[in-house]
């Protein structure tokens, strides 16, 4: 069965300390993996997709890497307008429909 | 307004009766989804559609109706609310199927709220 985990649940920062955001996942034959930032009482917002292990992109203070097990979210420097929910999402299923893990709620403290 | 729009945004009703929410899409994407979130449970897929009357089950169907007359519209009715349908309802669109090219795009989502 796919499945994406992420972790951590929570996690706090005070800004200008960097971290990572982690997604591992299960799938049969990864067809991308997608990272979304969503903020209280909005939808999420698409940032980045990833398709193959050892491809990375960069948006800003964001930076998503892929293996074949796990995706990173690396947060460089993070502002307090950085706080938001971000959830992971691979590709699965007969229909290739996304599945998406719960998310992880990063507060950036000033 | 180019978007993607859902309505209402927050929604009460009893349980046992029907509601719909509504989901509008602007850039005539092919592919449209209805996704729950709850906590502990992240987004599940409830329905989605190819094209404009092709429409299949997701995740959690049990419950749900939708229909896909045209290709900007994808409604979803409940057709007998139960508590444990007391979510939030967001509605996608993408281009391709599973998003290949820029992910889905969501809506603002509908706080629906069973009593």
């Known amino acids: 069965e796919d499945q994406v985990t992420q972790s951590p649940e929570a996690l706090r920062l005070q800004e200008g300390e960097s971290s990572s955001l982690n997604c591992s996942y299960t799938?049969?034959?990864?067809?991308?993996l997608f990272w979304y930032r969503q903020d209280p009482g909005k939808g999420p917002e698409f940032l980045f997709t990833?398709?193959?292990a050892g491809e990375e992109k960069e948006k800003e203070r964001l930076k998503a890497t892929l293996t074949k097990k796990e995706s990173f979210l690396h947060i460089t420097a993070p502002k307090p307008e950085d706080s938001a929910t971000y959830l992971c999402?691979?590709?699965?299923?007969?229909?290739?429909?996304?599945?998406f893990g719960k998310g992880t709620k990063l507060s950036v403290k000033p | 307004d180019a978007g993607i729009t859902q309505s209402p945004r927050y929604k009460i009703t009893e349980t046992g009766r029907q509601v719909t929410l509504m989901c509008h899409q602007t850039?005539?994407?092919?592919?449209m989804f209805w996704y729950r979130q709850d906590l502990g449970h992240g987004l599940r897929l409830i329905y989605y559609?190819?094209?404009?009357?092709?429409?299949d089950k997701g995740e959690v169907p049990d419950g749900y109706v939708v229909s896909r007359s045209k290709t900007e519209n994808f409604p979803l009715t409940l057709e007998s609310a139960t508590r444990s349908q007391t979510s939030v309802y967001f509605c996608?669109?993408?281009?391709?199927?599973?998003?290949?090219?820029?992910?889905?795009?969501f809506g603002s989502g509908t706080r629906l709220t069973v009593v």
């Open positions: 559609s190819a094209a404009a009357d092709i429409t």
């Open positions: 999402a691979v590709r699965g299923g007969s229909q290739g429909n996304l599945i």
């Open positions: 996608a669109s993408s281009e391709q199927a599973g998003g290949l090219l820029g992910g889905y795009t």
């Open positions: 799938v049969s034959g990864l067809r991308g």
């Open positions: 850039w005539s994407h092919s592919y």
């Open positions: 990833l398709y193959s």
